[in-house]
T-cell receptor, first 113, second 113 residues
Framework: AQSVTQPDIHITVSEGASLELRCNYS??????LFWYVQSPGQGLQLLLK??????LVQGIKGFEAEFKRSQSSFNLRKPSVHWSDAAEYFC???????????FGTGTRLQVFP | DGGITQSPKYLFRKEGQNVTLSCEQN?????MYWYRQDPGQGLRLIYY???????QKGDIAEGYSVSREKKESFPLTVTSAQKNPTAFYLC????????????FGQGTRLTVV
């Protein structure tokens, strides 16, 4: 069965520091991969997505993610974090067989000034 | 403005009562979804619908019901059979293909008192 793992429940970084959020997936074929961000009490907003082609994907708000098939990973990165980036981040994989999005459990990002 | 609207934002229910959460979209999307979010568990799919008058159970459909009589609307009823209904509920819509973005509403927080 398809699954998504986000091993870090909570990450704390200082403003201006670099960031990497981890995401590992389990899927038989080439997956559709997504990163979403959620501010407290709000819905989710798409940051970026990967379907095929260039394995380094650029998204909104200065985020990027790299698809690594050999590691079954799709980690999210940002070179310099801003205080407004504090939120919860969800990785998701599209299930080709069932037309469903499967979400990871999320990583809560805290940013210190 | 096009978007997806959930109402109400906060909802309180007495034990044993059914309650219906509203979800409306004006994006002309074919597919609509209901997710439940609990702390540390990510988003879990309750029901989804790819087309009007048709819907499928997700991973945690027990105690919930839905209808899709109009393309724009996908209400969710939390029945008294749902043993632990207190949660944050998110509605989403998409074009229906997994390589397109899912748009989320702002969520409804349901509390059973």
């Amino acid at each position: 069965a398809q699954s998504v793992t986000q091993p870090d429940i909570h990450i704390t970084v200082s403003e201006g520091a670099s960031l990497e959020l981890r995401c590992n997936y389990s899927y038989g074929a080439t997956p559709y991969l997504f990163w979403y961000v959620q501010s407290p009490g709000q819905g989710l907003q798409l940051l970026l997505k990967y379907f095929s082609g260039d394995t380094l994907v650029q998204g909104i708000k200065g985020f990027e993610a790299e698809f690594k098939r050999s590691q079954s990973s799709f980690n999210l990165r940002k070179p310099s974090v801003h205080w407004s980036d504090a939120a919860e981040y969800f990785c998701a994989v599209g299930s080709y067989n069932t037309d469903k999005l499967i979400f990871g459990t999320g990583t809560r990002l805290q940013v210190f000034p | 403005d096009g978007g997806i609207t959930q109402s109400p934002k906060y909802l309180f229910r007495k034990e044993g009562q059914n309650v219906t959460l509203s979800c409306e979209q004006n994006l002309n999307h074919d597919a609509m979804y209901w997710y439940r979010q609990d702390p540390g568990q990510g988003l879990r799919l309750i029901y989804y619908s790819q087309i009007v008058n048709d819907f499928q159970k997700g991973d945690i459909a027990e105690g919930y019901s839905v209808s899709r009589e109009k393309k724009e609307s996908f209400p969710l009823t939390v029945t008294s059979a749902q043993k632990n209904p207190t949660a944050f509920y998110l509605c989403a819509s998409s074009m229906g293909d997994l390589n397109t973005e899912a748009f989320f509403g702002q969520g409804t927080r349901l509390t059973v008192v």
